[in-house]
């Protein structure tokens, strides 16, 4: 997990932004959906070298359709998602991504070196 960043925190952040009826399909697992993909993220980062294992800033630069492409397959993994499933996740995922850099800007967890 990242250095000041509260999970919790980031999944009510994110859930409220994110428009149920863009997701009709996902209705009632948006939030676990979203929870998947912030544990997915944090792991992509770290297995990546974005983060080190402290959840500090690692060596290496956060490649986006990497991660997206990562948490996709990650949540149609754990869901034992159908291809059809899986295209509705990918775009639910999209707009984590836009909700969470948002956050972390927010929070003032983004560093644009």
């Not at 399909?25 to 983060?51: C, P, T, Y």
């Not at 899986?86 to 644009?112: F, I, N, P, R, T």
Request: aromatic share 8%; hydrophobic share 40%.
């Amino acid at each position: 997990m990242m250095n000041g960043y509260d999970k919790q925190e980031a999944l009510a952040f994110i859930v409220q932004r994110i428009d149920p009826k863009a997701h009709k399909e996902l209705k009632g697992k948006i939030e676990s959906l979203i929870s998947q993909a912030i544990d997915a993220d944090m792991a992509f980062m770290h297995e990546n070298g974005v983060l080190d294992a402290d959840g500090n800033a690692g060596d290496n630069y956060y490649e986006d359709d990497d991660a997206f492409e990562y948490m996709v397959e990650a949540l149609v993994a754990q869901n034992d998602l159908t291809p059809e499933q899986a295209v509705k996740v990918a775009s639910l995922v999209d707009d984590y991504m836009d909700c969470q850099q948002d956050y972390l800007e927010h929070k003032g967890l983004v560093d644009w070196e």
